[in-house]
């Protein structure tokens, strides 16, 4: 069964309201889709906060080696992992009880999102933050 996306009020909503994106796979390079969504998002007054176990700091941010191990409150996870990779990294997700659990464009996990929709989270798959932001912004 397919995870159905949020309707663009929702997701304008969410863009409008949630304000602290943790972001899973962040890359320190420019090039990389995630370095420049995550790059637009904070140049929009978003918090980031990198997850990137391999990187001490990236965009100027602390970066964490997992959502477990940031300590303030996340408003939404950005997952910029293979679909495969997806599924513990949205049960972090919900143990840290982020709001909005966001797959990136070109993502999907229909069971992983299933078990966020069942533990009472927001779900958007495969859409760009970046794209839905301008989009509807």
């Known amino acids: 069964m397919m995870a159905e996306n949020p309707s663009d009020d929702k997701i304008k909503e969410i863009l409008e309201t949630k304000k602290v994106v943790a972001v899973v796979g962040l890359s320190p390079k420019k090039?990389?889709?995630?370095?420049?969504?995550?790059?637009?998002?904070k140049d929009k007054g978003y918090k980031i906060i990198?997850?990137?176990?391999g990187h001490d700091e990236i965009l100027g941010e602390k970066s964490y080696p997992s959502l477990?191990?940031?300590p303030e409150k996340v408003d939404i996870v950005d997952i910029f992992r293979r679909p495969e990779h997806t599924g513990p990294i949205v049960d972090e997700a919900i143990s840290?009880?982020?709001?909005?659990?966001?797959?990136q464009l070109g993502i999907r996990n229909d069971e992983a999102a299933q078990k966020a929709l069942d533990a009472g989270k927001?779900?958007?798959?495969?859409?760009?933050m970046l794209q839905e932001h301008r989009k509807l912004l």
């Open 31 to 41: 090039e990389r889709a995630s370095n420049d969504v995550a790059s637009y998002l």
């Open 122 to 128: 927001t779900v958007v798959q495969d859409k760009c």
């Open 68 to 70: 477990s191990d940031i």
């Open 50 to 53: 990198p997850v990137n176990p």
């Open 96 to 103: 840290i009880d982020a709001d909005v659990i966001w797959l």
